[in-house]
């Protein structure tokens, strides 16, 4: 018996939980931070892929910050490298499990903070830069397999034909690799989207070409979009944007221009 979408988030999200909890048992003082790591990632994230902020600060107790850096001692690594072996840890943690990996950005780092007033084995994890300040959805195709596909959309979301292929699988000649529109969440909820400033490229919302700026409320149910010859299907429900099956959060960001 199948019991609809919202019943199978929730036995995700406590099924996350339970696997959360007993990785924060562990006297480990990575997993512990890495367990941290994956509840900020899916706090942020949705979807086909979870992504990790790309910089967190974990302020320890003075013994776990002796345990951490003897850890990273006995896996030849220094403090400055807490990020990486974190990301082997919590890589390794959800395949044993057989759960969905997180993405990863190149540069993510964890600075470990040793200090008094926090308790042994609770290590507190302080996000210092996200993933995005802005929409985070992210592509990452499943059956893709062996290659990285993921891709960020930020709070000015340029559509184009890397973004289309993402989606729809479909490459579109009459889609270029610069800007057909761009998409942005406001921070009350509505979608705007703009226009390229070049004919050529075209966007259609529903059946209405897009030839001017137009903001989308987040009472009406979603619209067809159509760039090129590719239609996407594009919904908002409570603070989700969704392009198709990709989801991602509406955050309150700064808008950044338009190319």
Known sequence: M?????????????????????????????????????????????????????????????????????????????????????????????????????????????????????????????????????????????????RDRSRSLGPATVINRDLVFGVSRRRDSHISAEAHAEVRVNPDGRVTITPSRDPRHQAVVGDTPLVAEVTLSPRDPGYPLQVGHTWLNLFWDQGWFIFDDTAGRALPAPSVGHR
């Open 2 to 146: 199948r019991l609809g979408p919202e019943w199978d988030r929730l036995r995700e999200w406590a099924r996350h939980k339970a696997v959360s909890a007993r990785g924060h048992s562990s006297s480990d003082v990575l997993e512990q931070i890495a367990w941290r790591t994956l509840d900020e990632s899916r706090r942020a994230t949705c979807g086909e892929a979870l992504v990790a902020p790309r910089r967190v600060r974990v302020r320890l107790n003075s013994d776990d910050a002796r345990r951490a850096e003897t850890s990273l001692r006995t896996l030849g690594l220094e403090l400055s490298q807490a990020g990486p072996a974190v990301q082997d840890v919590l890589t390794a943690a959800l395949e044993r499990e057989g759960r969905r990996q997180v993405w990863f950005h190149d540069d993510f780092s964890v600075i470990l903070d040793g200090t008094p007033g926090v308790r042994q084995g609770r290590p507190q994890l302080t996000v210092e830069s996200r993933a995005d300040w802005g929409l985070q959805a992210f592509l990452a195709d499943p059956r893709d397999s062996g």
